[in-house]
């Protein structure tokens, strides 16, 4: 009872909160100029900071909304999440040539960040076939302009802000003439996570955020949208088996409901999400292992030990490679299936949380691999190295067969070189102790192998070799 109570007013006081803060927190631009506003994003728990809505007759032409966002207190480096709900532009068919800031015929919508500057690179290990993102120690400002929800292709974005340079400036101008009453605008949701929490629609476990995608994507485009967060695809980590990874992050998201706002930030159990494996094509199902690439090893294919069944809806003889997805049961226990690259899934998303010193950027954490490469080329030309296991102790438990293994060998050589010996010194026993040199001589020389068991010589045949 006293839970629910507890529970009751707490929920009382968010929806308190929200009622009485969400005017001052949403920005809107509908009937006039709103410019050079600096804007306190968020604090730890995260909320919806900033709007842009132009619906109902309140459309104005020529209209310019101006805004500057930054988290405050800015001490440390912290982590920005850009979401962009609605898109919904006066005219929609707007060109990449005509999306010009000089256009008066266009509304558009500017994004000026400085953001540490990501560069795509070819992979090393695969001849050139797929390429990564690598995030590079310098930083500029680079403004990205939308003109229509066509050439609108980020609609979720993580950014890391390291130190208070880092900052966001939004510009909304609308064009010089009325084409739809109906339009609705853009919005744009502008959050900073919080540190060990992540968002109320993430999952923070073991130092990094995870999320799924709210679209259904293919596995190209689920590994390609991965850069937009930073992060890859998701990956069981090293040298950890199923078991000792998926129970506690499942119960870690089911421990988020007793949280505020009561509820579990990610949908797991029952669904089927794209994983960052693959398996090369053709193969008999169940599949021993697949393919992953590591971002800490510039996106190089590395091998885990793991039970994958192939699906049946694949055709082997045309597709060359199949992508992993995973189902996560009621217990905790989960399911890696091969599927079709045509087919469409949510994909389970890992990024990692911004360190608390900003350093050298740590390129190393925020490398995406976001191009799956066709196959798997060669031994000799693209290595494959097995580096996680189904058991994490598996390495050690190797070693201890193996020198087992070879003690048992060693025993078995000594007991067989001891029979070896025992049988054949019975087989060829002594002559009452005397040997070839102290054997008398006598009247003629005969050999040794014509001596009798006493050691005389035996008498020479009666029989006459010529008969």
């Known amino acids: ?208 955020c995870y999320l799924i995608t709210p679209e259904r994507l293919t596995p190209a485009e689920a590994f390609n949208i991965s850069k937009n967060y930073l992060g890859n695809l998701f990956t069981v980590p090293k040298n950890r088996n199923d078991s000792d990874f998926f129970r506690p992050f499942v119960q870690r998201n089911i421990d988020r409901s007793r949280e505020f706002p009561f509820e579990s930030p990610l949908s797991l159990v029952g669904r089927k999400m794209w994983t960052g494996y693959f398996v090369d094509l053709p193969a008999q199902s169940p599949v021993n292992g697949a393919l992953f690439m590591n971002p800490a090893k510039k996106c190089c294919q590395e091998r885990r030990n793991m039970t994958v069944y192939i699906s049946s809806t694949i055709k082997q003889a045309v597709e060359p490679v199949c992508a992993v997805a995973m189902v996560i049961t009621s217990g905790s226990r989960v399911n890696f299936t091969c599927e079709s690259l045509s087919l469409k899934l949510p994909a389970l998303i890992e990024f990692k949380q911004i360190p608390t010193i900003k350093g050298d950027t740590h390129p190393q954490l925020f490398t995406t691999c976001d191009t799956m490469p066709e196959k798997q080329l060669d031994t000799s030309s693209a290595p494959t190295t097995t580096v996680t296991t189904a058991e994490p102790q598996s390495t050690k438990t190797v070693i201890i067969i193996v020198v087992v293994v070879l003690l048992v060998a060693i025993l078995i050589a000594v007991i067989v070189v001891a029979i070896v010996i025992f049988f054949k010194r019975r087989a060829n026993p002594q002559s009452g102790g005397q040997t070839e040199a102290e054997t008398p001589a006598g009247p003629e020389k005969v050999p040794l192998n014509a001596r009798g068991e006493d050691g005389e010589a035996s008498q020479p045949s009666k029989i006459d070799p010529t008969v």
């Open 1 to 208: 009872v006293r839970t629910m109570l507890f529970r009751s007013v707490s929920l009382t006081i968010f929806i308190l909160m929200s009622v009485a803060t969400v005017g001052a927190e949403d920005q809107h631009c509908m009937d006039k100029a709103v410019k050079d506003i600096n804007v306190e994003i968020g604090g730890d728990n995260p909320q919806r900071v900033m709007t842009y809505i132009r619906d109902e007759p309140g459309y104005q032409v020529n209209l310019q909304c101006k805004w500057t966002l930054q988290p405050p207190n800015y001490d440390k480096p912290r982590q920005m999440y850009i979401r962009v709900p609605v898109i919904d532009f006066d005219t929609n068919d707007v060109s990449e040539a005509q999306c010009n800031i000089s256009n008066p015929n266009i509304d558009i919508l500017t994004f000026s960040l400085k953001q540490s500057l990501r560069e795509e690179e070819i992979n090393p290990c695969n001849g050139g076939q797929s390429t990564y993102m690598s995030m590079q120690t310098s930083a500029e400002e680079k403004p990205q302009y939308m003109c229509s929800s066509k050439s609108f292709k980020i609609k979720e974005q993580i950014v890391n802000l390291w130190d208070p340079s880092y900052k966001l400036a939004l510009e909304f101008r609308s064009d010089d003439k009325q084409v739809r009453s109906n339009a609705k605008g853009v919005q744009v949701d502008v959050q900073v996570l919080g540190r060990d929490y992540c968002h109320r629609t993430m999952l923070f476990f073991e130092g990094s």
